[in-house]
């Protein structure tokens, strides 16, 4: 069965910037931290990246309550709607 997963992670250039990411991600077995890096890596060649944390969303409010967050971060507040 899938699961949902938030991974945060942080690339680094040759200059020590960092740029944090957040990637969601549905997978059918528990993510290895190793593996994502080499994937970042790999398509991102101009940054080193490390995974800071994984979270699991074991409900589908808590897939919900990600996504509008995520999306109200993105889009801007004006977008989000207001829970009461």
């Known amino acids: 069965m899938e699961r949902m ?3 945060r992670a942080v690339g680094t250039d040759d200059q020590g910037v960092e740029t944090p ?3 969601p991600m549905k ?3 528990e993510p290895v931290s ?3 890096e080499e994937d970042l890596d790999a398509q991102y060649p101009h940054l080193k990246h490390r ?3 994984i979270e699991e969303l074991k409900s ?3 897939v919900e309550d990600w996504q509008h967050s995520y999306l109200g971060s993105v889009f801007g507040s004006e977008h989000s709607e207001e829970k009461e």
Do not use: A
């Open 34 to 36: 190793r593996l994502i």
């Open 27 to 29: 997978l059918d077995h």
């Open 51 to 53: 995974v800071t944390e």
């Open 5 to 7: 997963y938030i991974v």
């Open 21 to 23: 990411t957040t990637i």
């Open 60 to 62: 589908p409010e808590q």
